[in-house]
Each structure stands twice: as structure tokens, then as C-alpha cells.
DNA sequence: GGAGCGCTCGAACGAACGTTCACTAGATTC
DNA sequence: GAATCTAGTGAACGTTCGTTCGAGCGCTCC
């Protein structure tokens, strides 16, 4: 029971890495079992079809982001409440590249079932950050959900630019891009505007 | 000549819209024949091969896409001309998804030349961005280079949530997206930092 | 009226695909 | 020690893949 379980774990570490690598369909179940050091029909004893390898490898990462989402509690202000999600998801996003890739490029090919119950957690990891968004601007210049989709862009769209040697640590950048975009949210209006 | 030019195009439109439903590798040749009205094999007397296919669409939306961006005049402020160029590329990004998740997904699977060829474009595109962020900030709060792949990733990953019936029509969302990174970019570094 | 050309086709190629099958060596249970 | 279960295998299934080939159109030019 318990080997057989770190055992699906390594072989779903394989199948993430390929994925990311090559793509679902580029991936082929031979791929996977050489990966994983065993013949084709010996993966079929752990995973029922490839459709199945990418929902498993997809409730995993929603698994870890979920557990990077900052629990409020009645000591932390809503706004360090938002950086510690930016911290968490960015953390994530920028040490975990393959899982970055599979989310971005593989999750849509889900059918089913399994494609409706991971698409509805993306949804709701998306609106806790929207919420923490909500509770910030007093002003609301901007409604929570396209302040949210333009956090989530900047996030989400790091990993295709940012390099440790050149932009620091991860931490630096967590720093840049939530004042950045915190300074966008509460900027008083005029600011920006006055000069457009 | 000019028969087989507009013969070529309308199956590239067909490519272009097969590869972003459906991916590149999950869409045949067959489907494409079918798209396009032609048999397999007519197609390759248009198409020497899928890759090329391939290599044809990502080339066409970058001509489209360096059209947009605007030539500096004497008479556009800094700021105008980045307002000029976020509203150029979301418009496209907003109006055209088959480019938008061909770009996303499958120009990563370019090989050889091509995929030298069309990553430069992508370098160079995503650098007059940089070079008008770069002329406007004038703290240099961030780097250029940050700030780019900050608004690049508000701007691309907009396609993922946006839609026109809440959001508001493409320039209303221009118009905010630039209010909030200008916002933030000029903010004047106490405003957000004495937050944190 | 035949030669050449631009365009299109059906048929086929070998290779790779996801999946299934019958089977086995070793451990566990009764 | 017979029966059952776990973990794994090699070989094969039918299908689809990208690509190629030879041939057949309708057209223009000599």
C-alpha cells in the first residue's frame, strides 16, 4: 500500500516532467514508462489511461498552490495577507517549472469530469485572490476582477522572462512586482490619469 | 500567382484556427485538408510540411503584431506612445484568440531556423516595448525589463479572463490596464512601500 | 492537336500511437 | 501446500500519423 503509493508519486514526477518538456500529446506512454523504469504495460497497472496521468498530475499542483493560500486571520492586514499569496503563488510558480508549463499548456486538454472539477479550483484559487483584492481598495478605481486578472497576468507571465543572475532572488521580484501593482491599485486616480 | 497567394492565406487562416483549437499536435494533416477543402496531398503542393505550416502562421502574427507598434514621432509623448502600443497589442490579443493561443502554445514547438528566426522576433518585439518604458520612467523604481514582462503578462494573460459583456469593450480594459501599470510605475515608491 | 504546366487527387507507405491481453515470479493467506 | 493477490512483463491489437507517389485533370501556347 504504502510503496505502492511513492511509487505512483515517482511516476507521476515523470509524467510532469514530460509534459512540460514535450507536451501531452507529444508524450507517448512509452516515453513514460522508460522514465519510470518500467515496461509500458506495467504503467497501466498504476495509472488507468494517459487522460488520467494529466487529471492526477493536475489535482496535485492544485493541491500545493492551495496550500500556499494565506488564511486570514484577524493579525494580518488585507494587504499582507496579498503579499504573502504573491509570495507563495510566485515561489511556486518561478521553482516549479514544469509544473508552471503543465498548467499553462496541458490542463485544457482535460475531458470530462476531471476537467470540470479542476477547472472549477482554478476558479476558486483565482476569486481568494480576488477577494484579499477587494477587501484592499478602498477607492475602487479598478473592480476586483481586472485588478486580479492583471496580478495573476504578471504573475503567471514571469516564469517566460525572469532569470535569478539578472532580475534577483525570487523574493526581490515578489517585492517589485506586488509594489508595483499595489501602487497602480492605490495610486489616487489622478496620478496616472492626469497624464494620459 | 496571385490565385495560389489568396489560396495559400485562406489556408492559413484554416491552420492558424485548427492548431489554436486544438493544438498543433492533436490537429492531422487530414484535419487540415478537410478545413481547407483540398485533399491530404493538395495540401502539400501549398505546404511543404506541418512544421512549416507551423513556422508560416507564427510568422504572419508577428508581421501583424510589428505593425501595430508605433514609430516614434516627435510630436507623441513617451507615455502616448506606450498608450498607443497597449492598446495596439490587446486589441489584436483580444480580437484575433487563434493567434493569441497559437503564439501561447505551439510556437514553442518550432524546430531549426524558423524557431530562431521567429524567437528573435519575439525578443525584439517584447524590447521596443521595454525601450518605451524605459524613456518614461524617470526614478527607475523597477527596470525596464521588469516592467515589461509585468505589463507583457497583464496584457496576454487578459485573453484568459476578459470578457467584453463585464469587462467593458477592448479600450475601456486598455484604458484601465495602463491606468494601473502607470499607476504603479510612477507611483511615487512611499505610497505602495510604506504599505508593505 | 499535341506538348507543357499548374493544380488536385486516391492510394499507399512505414512508423508510432494508446491500450489490452495472457501470462508469470514472488509474496501472503488460509 | 493450495489458493489468492501484488507487481510486473512481452507481444500484439486496430488506428492514426506525416508524407510520398504516380496519375489525371483543364488550360495555354506553338
Known sequence: MQAHDSRLESILDSVEALFARDGYHATSMRDIADASGLSVAGIYYYIPSKQIALAMVCERIFDRLDAGVPTPDSAATPIELLQRFVRSHLRYVLANDSAYRVLL????????????????????????????????????????????????????????????????????????????????????????????
Chains 1, 2 share one sequence.
Open 105 to 196: 499548456h496541458d490542463m485544457e486538454l482535460l475531458e470530462g469530469a476531471a476537467s470540470e472539477r479542476v477547472r472549477l479550483r482554478k476558479r476558486n484559487y483565482f476569486r481568494s485572490l480576488a477577494h484579499m483584492i477587494a477587501r484592499i481598495d478602498p477607492a475602487a478605481r479598478f473592480t476586483a476582477r481586472l485588478a486580479a486578472g492583471a496580478l495573476f497576468g504578471m504573475l503567471n507571465w514571469a516564469p517566460t522572462w525572469y532569470r535569478a543572475e539578472i532580475d534577483g532572488n525570487c523574493d526581490q521580484a515578489t517585492d517589485a512586482l506586488t509594489s508595483l501593482f499595489l501602487g497602480g491599485l492605490l495610486a489616487s486616480g489622478n496620478v496616472a490619469e492626469a497624464l494620459l
